[in-house]
């Protein structure tokens, strides 16, 4: 399924002015991910193809870049995060998605409810400036530091898609940056990789129980939203954009060895990559692999219901660069990912 392309759609009438006039956001959508896409209807771009068995350039991602409807900042990124104990998160409930990161001794969640209207957090984590991003149209959430060298950046959302990705944007030079790539594809820092910090997709219930002294985002981010709804679906209910249909925006290449949005492990070494079937970690416990030479591990972590993926360096395991992603966009990104289902 090489090449295949699915239709473009426009996501400003769901997240534009959301949350200030509710109800009429309720009306369109009707119920969710339905209404939504009644209301989209413009035509399909046609981005670069992509040889088979290659990787898309930084050029051709770049050339692929399409609108998601919202301009500039349109999804306004969170750039001074408040968080509260987790005795204080009644807003949210046991079954809802949170993000957990564990840094440097520090414990946070990012519950999806939030990240869902921002889509990047701009914070700093043990003294150390941390942007934490979410796609939902990929399912992607990755950490992401300045490596060395580069001063420290600040992130917000250009209001286009590259394979139906989050395209970022630095504030410092105006680098275009795909959240699952890590790479900027255009700008002064074109072809400079970020440094990525995992997170982990659970649970409120059981990320508190695991970590009852985590820190929490607050609701209080200075936007008026409808936290609490998600104007793409349920993950709790398994509805909606998350489980129904195909991607909503044009992708360089498709492959029809797994279902579009199942759900992969994506495992990045050196420049080899492996997308790992979720259901597979949590069927085995333990997956082992090699990846561009290093030896890799997925375990499956059954306090938060998820799994995490180690490297071996020297004689120690330590976090790898993994992140979960739907298997639509990791292939449309990594076409010569070695596969595990």
């Given at each position: 399924?090489?090449?295949q392309?699915?239709?473009?759609?426009?996501?400003?009438q769901?997240?534009?002015?959301?949350?200030?006039?509710?109800?009429?956001?309720?009306?369109?959508?009707?119920?969710?991910?339905?209404?939504?896409?009644?209301?989209?209807?413009?035509?399909?771009?046609?981005?670069?193809?992509?040889?088979?068995g290659?990787?898309?350039?930084?050029?051709?991602?770049?050339?692929?870049?399409?609108?998601?409807g919202?301009?500039?900042?349109?999804?306004?990124?969170?750039?001074?995060p408040?968080?509260?104990?987790?005795?204080?998160?009644?807003?949210?409930?046991?079954?809802?998605?949170?993000?957990?990161?564990?840094?440097?001794?520090?414990?946070?969640?990012?519950?999806?409810?939030?990240?869902?209207?921002?889509e990047?957090?701009?914070?700093?984590?043990?003294?150390?400036?941390?942007?934490?991003?979410?796609?939902?149209?990929?399912?992607?959430?990755?950490?992401?530091?300045?490596?060395?060298?580069i001063?420290?950046?600040?992130?917000?959302?250009?209001?286009?898609?590259?394979?139906?990705?989050?395209?970022?944007?630095?504030?410092?030079?105006?680098?275009?940056?795909?959240?699952?790539?890590?790479?900027?594809?255009?700008?002064?820092?074109?072809?400079?990789?970020?440094?990525?910090?995992?997170?982990?997709?659970?649970?409120?219930?059981?990320?508190?129980?695991?970590?009852?002294?985590t820190?929490?985002?607050?609701?209080?981010?200075?936007?008026?939203?409808?936290?609490?709804?998600?104007?793409?679906?349920?993950?709790p209910?398994?509805?909606g954009?998350?489980?129904?249909?195909?991607?909503?925006?044009?992708?360089?290449?498709?492959?029809?060895?797994?279902?579009?949005?199942?759900?992969?492990?994506?495992?990045?070494?050196?420049?080899?990559?492996?997308?790992?079937?979720?259901?597979?970690?949590?069927?085995?416990?333990?997956?082992?692999?090699?990846?561009?030479?290093?030896?890799?591990?997925?375990?499956?972590?059954?306090?938060?219901?998820?799994?995490?993926?180690?490297?071996?360096?020297?004689?120690?395991?330590k976090?790898?660069?993994?992140?979960?992603?739907?298997?639509?966009?990791?292939?449309?990104?990594?076409?010569?990912?070695?596969?595990?289902?």
């Amino acid at each position: 399924m090489n090449g295949q392309q699915r239709p473009k759609r426009n996501r400003r009438q769901v997240l534009k002015g959301a949350g200030v006039i509710g109800g009429l956001i309720g009306l369109l959508l009707g119920g969710g991910f339905v209404g939504w896409q009644a209301i989209s209807d413009r035509p399909a771009d046609s981005p670069p193809a992509v040889q088979p068995g290659q990787d898309p350039s930084l050029e051709t991602l770049a050339g692929a870049a399409v609108s998601g409807g919202p301009g500039q900042d349109g999804i306004p990124s969170v750039d001074r995060p408040k968080f509260v104990p987790a005795r204080d998160a009644d807003f949210l409930k046991d079954d809802e998605p949170v993000f957990g990161l564990e840094y440097r001794g520090e414990f946070r969640a990012y519950p999806q409810q939030v990240l869902v209207w921002h889509e990047i957090v701009n914070d700093t984590v043990a003294g150390e400036p941390l942007a934490v991003t979410y796609c939902p149209l990929t399912g992607t959430v990755i950490g992401f530091s300045s490596p060395p060298g580069i001063p420290e950046l600040t992130f917000g959302t250009t209001g286009k898609l590259v394979n139906s990705n989050l395209l970022m944007y630095d504030r410092q030079t105006g680098s275009e940056w795909p959240q699952l790539l890590g790479t900027a594809i255009s700008g002064p820092l074109k072809g400079q990789r970020l440094d990525t910090v995992p997170l982990v997709w659970s649970t409120w219930k059981d990320w508190r129980a695991a970590h009852p002294d985590t820190r929490v985002l607050s609701t209080d981010t200075g936007a008026l939203r409808n936290y609490g709804s998600d104007p793409y679906g349920s993950y709790p209910r398994q509805s909606g954009y998350y489980v129904e249909g195909g991607t909503l925006f044009p992708v360089l290449t498709m492959n029809d060895r797994l279902p579009d949005k199942d759900v992969v492990i994506g495992v990045r070494a050196g420049e080899q990559r492996l997308a790992i079937h979720k259901d597979l970690v949590r069927k085995a416990k333990t997956v082992q692999a090699t990846v561009g030479g290093t030896e890799v591990v997925a375990r499956w972590d059954d306090q938060l219901d998820t799994a995490r993926v180690f490297q071996r360096v020297g004689d120690q395991w330590k976090p790898a660069d993994f992140l979960d992603s739907m298997w639509f966009a990791w292939y449309a990104f990594y076409p010569n990912t070695q596969v595990r289902q």
